[in-house]
C-alpha cells in the first residue's frame, strides 16, 4: 500500500470515488418515478427518495471501483485504488455500507419500496461484479436505472402503474446505450455506432404526446439536442477524448430523459423544467469531477 493509502485519504478521492458530479440524474429520475406514479411531488417524501437513491448510485459507483480495481491497474492507473490513495478494503466497505443505509431509508415507504431497494442494491452488485466482457452488462446497468423509477413509484403509491413500467422500460433502454459507449471508453473509440439507436428509446414514447401542449416539443427539442451533439462526438471523435466526453454528456442527458418523460406524464411544468435543469447541473460539476 502506497504512503497516500496508509496515510488517510481526502475529499477528492471520496468525491471522484463516488462520480458525485452525476448525481443530478439521480435526483431527476426521483422526481419522473414520483410523477409518473402520482401525478405530484411531494418534497419531503422526494427529499428522503433521492437520499436513499444517491446512496445507492454512490455505493455502487464505490463498488465499481472495488471490482475493477485489477483492469484500472492496467488500464486506468489514476483511477483512486489503482494509483494507491485509498485501500481496497475501504472502498469496499464504504460501497457496501452506502448500499446498506440505501435500503434502511427505503423501509418506512412499505414493503414494495424496500424490495425494489433491495433487488436495485442486488442488481448494483450484479454489475459491478459482471460488467467487464459481458455483453449483458449494459442491460443490467439500464435495468439499475429502470429500478431508480420503480422504487420512486413505489415509494409513494405502494404498487407499479403500467405508466411507470413503461417509463422505466424507456429509461433502461437509453441508459443501455450510454453504457455500450462507456464499456469502451479506455480505447477512445466506438466500433459500432447501432447500439445508439437505444438513445431514441423516450423519443419514439413521447412521439404521441408532441400535440399536447407545449411542453413535451420544448422537453423533446432539447434531448434530441443533448444526445445529437454526443453522437456527433461518438462518430467523428474530433479531438482526443471525444468518447468520454460525449459519455459524460450522455449520462447528463439523462435529467433530459426525465423531463421529457414528466412532460408526457402530464406533469407539472415546472419539474419539467427542475428535470431540465439537471443537465447543465450535472455537466457543470463534471467540469470538476469526472462523471466516468
Partial sequence: ?????????????????GRISNLPTVWTNVIAGMVIARGSVNASEAALIALAMSAFYVGGMYL????????????????????GEIGAGAVSGIGFGLLAIGIALMIPFGLPATVSGIALAGVIVLYDVWHKGNTLGPAIMGLCRALVYLGAGAAVTGHVPLALAIGAFVLAAHTAGISYAAKQESLDTISNLWPMLLLAAPLIAALPSLANGWIVPVAFALL???????VWLLAKRPVPGSV????SGLIAAISLVDALAVAWAGGDPLLVLACAAGYPLTRLFQASIPGT
Fill in 64 to 83: 465499481n471501483d472495488f471490482f475493477d480495481r485489477t483492469i484500472d491497474a492496467r488500464e486506468r492507473p489514476n483511477r483512486p485504488i489503482a494509483a
Fill in 224 to 230: 434530441i439536442a443533448a444526445d445529437a451533439a454526443a
Fill in 1 to 17: 500500500m502506497s504512503v497516500a493509502a496508509a496515510h488517510g485519504f481526502g475529499p477528492s478521492t471520496l468525491l471522484r470515488l
Fill in 244 to 247: 468520454p466526453r460525449a459519455v
